[in-house]
């Protein structure tokens, strides 16, 4: 029903900063439950944030406090501002959408898919 395409990656210095952008296209009627998650080599993809239709937020341990998940409905587009960045977080990015979800940082639960955005933080 949705597309989603990633965008804001890049490579950085630990403690820079970043945000990515995930925009929204086709059915957009709709107010999603949307979420981040992340796959580094060697690694299962593990959820990083996310945000549901009403604007409550979660967020994985390892990023609470440092990144900040939030959405634009009127230009269809998730944000997740990254703070204080660490080489851990280097990974591939992906935005995630569905229409309701029960568990919101598990990526099983999630429907759409982005290609992703690659984040590199070097010490």
């Known amino acids: 029903q949705v597309q989603l395409v990633e965008s804001g990656g890049g490579s950085v210095q630990a403690g820079g900063s970043l945000r990515l952008s995930c925009a929204v296209s086709?059915?957009?009627?709709?107010?999603?439950?949307m979420g981040w998650f992340r796959q580094a080599p060697g690694k299962e993809r593990g959820g990083v944030a996310a945000?549901?239709?009403?604007?409550?937020?979660d967020y994985a341990d390892s990023v609470k406090d440092r990144f900040t998940v939030s959405k634009d409905n009127a230009k269809n587009t998730l944000y997740l501002e990254m703070n204080s960045l660490r080489p851990e977080d280097t990974a591939m990015y992906y935005c995630?959408?569905?229409?309701?979800?029960?568990?919101?940082?598990?990526?099983?639960?999630?429907?759409?898919w982005g290609q992703g955005t690659q984040v590199t933080v070097s010490s």
């Open positions: 995630a959408a569905d229409l309701f979800v029960t568990r919101p940082l598990r990526s099983s639960h999630y429907e759409y």
């Open positions: 945000i549901d239709n009403v604007g409550t937020t």
């Open positions: 086709g059915d957009t009627r709709r107010r999603y439950y």
